[in-house]
């Protein structure tokens, strides 16, 4: 009799063991588990441009579009702020995003300016499109062919120039999350 009992006990054992042995590579390959829906489309980083005459020009964003917003890049919430300055002389400006739409590494996002020193910049909108190539991003802005944000009249949402500049080396850390709408 004590063999027998002896016996159920392994085997009772044996079985506990392989159930929390399941249940624990179930756990750590994440069965179970809520895991966070990854962002519908997103634009975050900071960088200087290059200017051979050594202008000091900075561009930084925090652009997001929800899962729940996917199919509706109007959605996109965030701000972007740019800066430009030569000798001492320049403006900043800081937008409130009102589109994101990415693709692949390449991100266009466009928002209306809630505060700068720039006379006249407030309430326009702006855009800028960047080109998340690693350590040679590049970055275009919808003021490129009227030379102010300010001369920009009536630009719609999400449009901008090609991203015809360059990052400063060492200072681009751009990262774009493509979007992959429902189509």
């Known amino acids: 009799m004590q063999r027998r009992t002896r016996i159920a006990a392994i085997t009772c ?30 634009l975050t980083g900071t960088a200087q441009l290059y200017r051979s005459a050594g202008d000091d020009i900075t561009f930084s964003f925090d652009a997001h579009l929800a899962p729940k917003d996917n199919m509706n890049p109007r959605k996109a919430t965030g701000t972007f702020e740019f800066s430009h300055y030569l000798h001492g002389n320049g403006a900043w400006a800081k937008a409130k995003v009102d589109c994101l739409v990415t693709g692949g590494k390449v991100a266009v996002v466009s928002g209306v300016i809630t505060a700068s020193d720039l006379p006249g910049a407030k309430g326009k909108r702006v855009g800028v499109t960047v080109h998340d190539l690693g350590r040679h991003d590049r970055l275009g802005y919808s003021w490129a062919g009227v030379g102010s944000p300010t001369d ?32």
Do not use: Y
Request: hydrophobic share 45%; charged share 15%; proline share 10%.
């Open 13 to 42: 054992a044996a079985a506990l063991l392989i159930t929390a042995g399941t249940a624990g590579a179930a756990m750590a390959s994440g069965a179970g588990a809520h895991h966070p829906q990854r962002e519908a489309a997103a």
């Open 152 to 183: 920009t009249k009536d630009l719609p949402p999400c449009v901008s120039s090609a991203p015809f500049e360059k990052v400063k080396r060492g200072t681009g850390d751009f990262e774009v999350v493509p979007w992959n709408p429902a189509l």
